[in-house]
């Protein structure tokens, strides 16, 4: 794990940065949002999204690989643990590598000058997107059954979510029909509260509601899944 | 009636794996199609058979990693439905496939699987200490699993599996692809731990190893058990002598219970050919040989 931390971390952090470099740094400082800075703006989109993709990166690749390629799933099945422990213990590993990922994405923007209040609720929030998209990958790792499978998981799950849930725009610019798909998009609502909280407003709490939710029953799937790997 | 009672009375606490009907299908394919076997204590027991048998299948059935589609299975008395944990203290499994985790090391290896099995710390470094002696890994333990040799892998493999000292081990081909020098470690290995009370359940495609390591083999085919007994019990069931007759290219091979028969047959004949005592591997070609027509 140690040995391979840096590696993991510079890779997965390149997406991120280059979204804070291009669309916050270079061409956001001409844009004004909601009578903010767009920097302001998409910082809390770029941590949810981030929080997103490595979570549910870490998790996922790594399960699927590690249960179709590399068989040490098995040693885990072997176990004389529960199902919830072992999805525990993924989740929890996933959400430790969100959590470094997003943090370093704050430190850096506000290293670039950002206005941005984070407080506990954020980090919490920050958390609760991290356990959220862990147990999504738990779900998908189980479920998927090729590593190509998986690459379109990512690509027409979480890809279209990066872009679309209110992380680079504000999602009342598009048509009604999408408007709706995105509201139940559980990124969306991380980016709604991300961004609130980063501007000094208080919680949503039904943001929050749907957060937890996702999180619970994507767990609940995950445990489900693994007991039906066998 | 009487005579199954005493005899199940007796065998009773002899048998620690009692498959029954054991059947597994994987969409049109009958991988495994109604096993009934008991293995008894301490013994070897080898499973035998060609590509696709499903000797694979079987063992991850035993080891509760595929859930069959039919039958039931017994091990040391429990059942491997519903609450698995007490099962899975009981067995350790060696797979066909190396799944070490590369990125640790040999150490690391043996302390998560330690950790995964809830052993105490104390327990658990003794335990290393004494099975990477057993396993002749002990100066290797601070490299990457990655750099082992496929031998030294194998050796890890059979250490790991050990490490929550399980009274049965399943092992799928643990010689597959060793030099012979590896291979004879891995049989000593085995030796050691059933003349310590281990009950092992391995696979093989050398026909070689069955014969000198297993007390009992079991001949697998298309899912089915198509012989069982000990070696010895096997080559007298297909006659013990060979008779080989080259013909037009092809091998042809007959089998006699005694030399007298042997004789008299070959006497008649003109072609070359060598008489022979049977062994395993003869046994193995004569049942599942898919000779055009049978
Ligand atoms: N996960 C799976 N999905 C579909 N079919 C499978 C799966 N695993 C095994 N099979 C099929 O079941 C049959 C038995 O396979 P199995 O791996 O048990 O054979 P084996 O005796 O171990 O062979 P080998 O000596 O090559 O290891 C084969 O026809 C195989 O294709
Ligand atoms: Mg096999």
Redesign the pocket.
Known sequence: MKRTLGKFFTSRLVGPLLYLVAFGWGMGRSIQMNGGNYMEFIVPGIVALSAMNTSFSAVGVNLNMSRLYYKTLDEYLLAPISSSALVLGKVLAGTVRGLVDSLIILALAFLFGTHLVVNGWFLMVVLLTCLLFSALGVVAAMVVNSHEDMANFSTFVILPMSFLCGTFFSPDRLPKVFGYIIDVLPLTHASYLLRALASGQGIIPLSLAVLVVYATVFFAAGVVAVLKVR | MQIDIIQASLGGDEQIIELSQLAKK??D?Q?VAGLDLKIDNEEIFGLL?P????????IRMLTMLTKPTGGSVLINGYETTGDLSKVKKEIGVVP?HMNLDLELTVWENLELHGCLHKMPRAERQQRMQELLAFVELTDRAHDLADKLSGGMKRRLMIARALMHHPGILFMD?PTAGLDPQARRKIWDLIRKMNSEGMTVLL?T?YIEEAEVLCHRVGI?DRGRLIALGTPTELKKKVGEIVVETLNCGDTEYRFFAGREQALGYAGNLSANLVIREANLEDVFVELTGRRVGA
């Open positions: 994987y969409g394919v991988a058979g590509n696709g048998a499903g000797k694979t299948t079987t066909q081909e696979t495609h697998m």
